[in-house]
């Protein structure tokens, strides 16, 4: 949880302090990006989306941790998981503890698909630049690098729903054994 | 997804794809980027005699990222067996033609006026200079142009040629100049 946040945070920082800088014509940072566009928009693009995913890298990180950790034996306090889901009715603890995994992984389902919208607006942006439909030139490298850097965390996205997924779906299963 | 292994086997597939993907991005924009920066040596690719207007015509390439500009031309004239001409010389033609990178231009070159057309055998020296916007230096191709023979490739061959199969590509250069 304190993880989320200072990352979070960092990266927000990051990117005003970073965006201040370019717009107020700072430290020359404009220049250096216009020097380099595609590691500009790489960069926009990692940081920009990462803001986005972190709560869901962090959810479904640490939903696959605590289901993983509850198939082992280990039992979870029921407000912890309710925190981590940012669902505040305690009546909710009288469910049991795979089914409030399964409210978690339900809590992050709408981010996902807002979040994934997202990358598929700026993967088509990119598509269409490759295809020469917009024109050519910086705007098709920036765009391709604002598309590279987007799936970066994008992947680890992907990569951590599936995991997320499979162990809540074998928490459901082991609690019913 | 039942199965964790297979979960992880493609995140890393994907993960691999992906690196490839930025890291070839990254390479391809900076060799784009040194590349054109890079003046090229324009190439000669096809010279062609123009009777009518009594002319070569020179498709001239420029294999670099940077526009190159021809200042000045000249050619040197040697005679070859079958003309009645004598050799001449003439230089410092001044011309402003811009090669854009990556393209092949076309850059005609009259011949002396009222000189006999070109007939078998007959030689065309061309010098192009030109310059590039990193520095002021002129450098120069030079282009030998043999009368009936089309391409460099094929000189060693002339030699061997009959006179018939001459006398036919004499006829192929009079057609094509007059398209």
Redesign the interface.
């Known amino acids: 949880m304190r993880a989320e946040k200072i990352l979070w945070w960092i990266l927000v920082a990051l990117f005003v302090i970073g965006s201040v800088l370019i717009f107020f014509h700072l430290l020359a940072l404009g220049l250096v990006a216009i020097a380099y566009p595609?590691?500009a928009s790489?960069l926009i693009g990692l940081f920009g989306f990462w803001i986005f995913a972190n709560r869901l890298i962090f959810g479904y990180g640490g939903l696959a941790n605590s289901a993983a950790a509850f198939l082992k034996g280990k039992q979870p306090l029921k407000k912890d998981i309710l925190a981590k889901a940012k669902q505040p009715i305690e009546k909710l603890e009288e469910l049991s503890i795979a089914s409030l995994f399964a409210l978690w992984q339900g809590v992050l389902e709408p981010f996902k698909y807002a979040y994934y919208f997202a990358f598929f607006l700026v993967f088509v942006c990119a598509m269409l630049f490759e295809l020469d439909l917009l024109g050519g030139g910086i705007a098709a490298?920036a765009a391709?690098?604002l598309m590279?850097g987007a799936?970066?965390p994008t992947?680890l996205v992907?990569?951590l729903d599936?995991?997320a997924?499979?162990?809540v779906a074998s928490a459901l299963k082991f609690e019913e054994a | 997804m039942k199965n964790p292994a297979g979960v992880l086997v493609i995140s890393i597939l994907l993960a691999i794809l992906l690196g490839w993907v930025i890291g070839s991005f990254f390479t391809e924009t900076s060799i784009s980027k040194a590349i054109a920066n890079i003046p090229a040596s324009p190439i000669v690719v096809e010279a062609k005699y123009n009777k009518d207007e009594h002319s070569i015509v020179y498709s001239i390439f420029n294999p670099g990222g940077m526009p190159e500009t021809i200042v000045q031309e000249a050619f040197v004239f040697k005679p070859g067996k079958e003309t009645k001409e004598k050799a001449y010389v003439v230089s410092n033609i001044p011309v402003h033609i811009t090669l854009p990178p990556g393209e092949t231009t076309e850059v005609i070159m009259k011949l002396k006026t009222g000189t006999e057309k070109l007939h078998l055998g007959d030689v065309v020296l061309a010098t192009f200079t030109y310059v590039h916007p990193l520095s002021p230096d002129l450098y120069t191709v030079v282009h030998p142009f043999e009368m009936g023979s089309k391409q460099p490739q094929k000189a060693s061959k002339q030699a061997q040629k009959t006179p018939s199969s001459q006398a036919q590509e004499q006829q192929e250069n009079h057609e094509g100049g007059k398209k």
Do not use: D
């Open positions: 595609e590691f790489f490298i391709k690098g590279l799936a970066v992947l992907f990569g599936l995991m997924a499979h162990y």
